[in-house]
């Protein structure tokens, strides 16, 4: 269980930190310039810049993951749920991107399995934990 909760917090610290920097380089050049994303890709969305995309990704993985991350150092109680919860919306995020963009890249494609892995190891620490409360 130590192996799978170091891995889990080793993939949540690089989603944040990923999209702590994308976000708040996304806030703070809303024209997507610095990350080197095309403007032409807001083009038919809701989106009229960067800056709410920044702020989602900030807040939805960057802000939520640090707190995932700190339940699982903490070993709070049912601290798999929330790492299961950040999977999912790191994947609902990126699934997201591609249909509201239309294009697809690797990195889009890394994150999404990163997401999904980040889930399924949640899933496995779930049944770890049961199987510990259970012998209690």
């Not at 999977?87 to 399995?113: D, K, R, T």
Request: some cysteine.
């Amino acid at each position: 269980m130590k192996a799978a909760r170091q891995l889990t917090i080793a993939m949540l610290l690089l989603a944040v930190i990923a999209a702590l920097y994308s976000g708040y380089s996304l806030i703070s050049d809303p024209t997507g310039s610095t990350l080197g994303i095309p403007f032409y890709w807001l083009n038919g969305t809701m989106f009229k810049d960067f800056t709410t995309p920044g702020w989602i990704i900030l807040l939805a993985i960057g802000v939520l993951g640090i707190i995932t991350i700190a339940t699982v150092i903490k070993r709070i109680r049912h601290f798999h749920l929330l790492v299961i919860v950040q999977g999912a919306i790191i994947c609902i995020l990126v699934i997201a991107q591609m249909i509201i963009i239309g294009e697809e890249n690797m990195l889009q494609y890394l994150f999404l399995m990163m997401g999904m892995a980040i889930a399924i190891v949640g899933g496995l620490l779930s049944q770890a934990d049961k199987k510990i409360r259970n012998k209690e």
